[in-house]
């Protein structure tokens, strides 16, 4: 079990400016940010990233939508970073997911959840790893 996950404040969190809030909660959660980064897809690295979905119906307007405005990238610490970010962010239908969480706070659907949160040790190294160099994280 690692002790460090990967998340993106997606496109429609950040453009209704609820990045500082969530990063708020975030840190608030006992995560410690260990890389940063605001950037923007473009449509071939939103598709690189998300091509576990490729065969997926949604995969198309997933690539859109991941590409269609800048995103926070980030890589946390804390003890069972994957499993407890994954509670803190919340089911991925906002309308299931908890009170408190950032899903919950912050997203208006489940195309537009906020929130990417790695679901695996192993995928959120590949994650981190498509973001962040060694130089890039602390």
Known sequence: MSNRTFTMIKPDATSK????????QIIKSGFSIKALKWT????????????????????GELVDYMSSG??????????NAVADFRKLIGA????????????????????????????????????GDFFFSKLERF
Not at 17 to 24: E, K
Request: avoid cysteine.
């Open 92 to 127: 991925t239908n906002p309308a299931q997911a908890e009170e408190g969480t950032i899903r919950k706070k912050f997203a208006t659907s489940i195309a537009e959840n906020a929130v990417h949160g790695s679901d695996s040790d192993e995928n959120a190294m590949i994650e």
């Open 40 to 59: 923007k897809l473009t449509p071939a690295q939103a598709g690189e990233f998300y091509a576990v979905h490729k065969e997926r119906p949604f995969y």
């Open 17 to 24: 400016g609820y990045t500082g809030a969530i990063l708020d």
């Open 70 to 79: 800048p995103i926070i990238a980030a890589i946390l610490e804390k003890d």
